[in-house]
């Protein structure tokens, strides 16, 4: 039972253009979302997140949108930069659950020079 | 300086072997997790510990065992390994129990069983 789900194993993009990466969920529980970013042999690294309350979050070339009614988040990266090349984790948490998160399965990003 | 580290980085035993996978953290946060990313490469929790007591039990064969001797650590030792242990596990720490803390994670170890 996959509570968070990214349908795109994988998406490849030009250096330069945007990148959007998509992230459902099932739970109208969770409350809170958060993605990670995750280089081969490397841990997964945060990289931004967004409360409920909320329908948008920026940090520099990162924007995650939140659309609670389709229960749906997603990650645009612009412009997106080789180094952005590597797997995007979204994950879901909600308040009475603590810091139980559910994580998708991934998406891996390819940025073509 | 490695924030969260995590020994050995792989680990190749035999079935039925004993193993345990370490885990560090210099942050100074209370809370440490150990997750499992199987083959299909979903992250899920197995446990949670904050300042040294058990907060998450997931469902996980009792053969697994956490163990934290201080906050500052979270070991985990497995019993009678089985080829579905094959994995990559990680750890993570965060400053408190507190929703909306993110993670911070260790690099993995990668448990091969033959």
């Known amino acids: 039972d996959q509570q968070v789900k990214q349908n795109s194993p994988s998406l490849s993009v030009q250096e330069g253009r945007i990148s959007i990466l998509n992230c459902d969920y099932t739970n109208s529980m969770f409350d809170y979302f958060l993605w990670y970013k995750k280089y081969p042999a490397e841990g997964p690294t945060f990289l931004i997140s967004?409360?409920?309350?909320?329908d948008k979050n920026e940090d520099g070339r990162f924007t995650v949108f939140l659309n609670k009614s389709a229960k749906h988040l997603s990650l645009h990266i612009v412009p997106s930069q080789p180094g952005d090349s590597a797997v995007y984790f979204c994950?879901?948490?909600?308040?009475?659950?603590?810091?139980?998160?559910?994580f998708g399965p991934g998406t891996r990003l390819s940025v073509l020079p | 300086d490695t924030a969260v580290s995590q020994t050995p980085k792989y680990l190749v035993t035999q079935m039925g072997n004993d193993k345990s996978i370490k885990c560090e953290q210099n942050l100074g946060h209370d809370t440490m997790y150990w997750y499992k990313q199987d083959s299909k490469k979903f992250l899920k929790i197995m446990f949670s510990?904050?300042?040294?007591?058990?907060?998450i039990n997931e469902t996980v064969p009792n053969r697994f065992s956490p163990k934290s001797p201080d906050k500052a650590h979270l070991n985990l030792h497995i019993n009678s390994l089985e080829l579905g242990d094959s994995a990559v596990y990680f750890c993570?720490?965060?400053?408190?129990?507190?929703?909306?803390?993110?993670?911070?994670f260790g690099d993995g170890t990668r448990l091969s069983i033959l």
């Open positions: 994950a879901a948490s909600a308040h009475n659950y603590g810091q139980n998160f559910v």
């Open positions: 967004i409360s409920s309350i909320k």
């Open positions: 993570a720490s965060s400053p408190r129990t507190a929703p909306n803390q993110p993670q911070h």
């Open positions: 510990y904050n300042n040294k007591e058990l907060i």
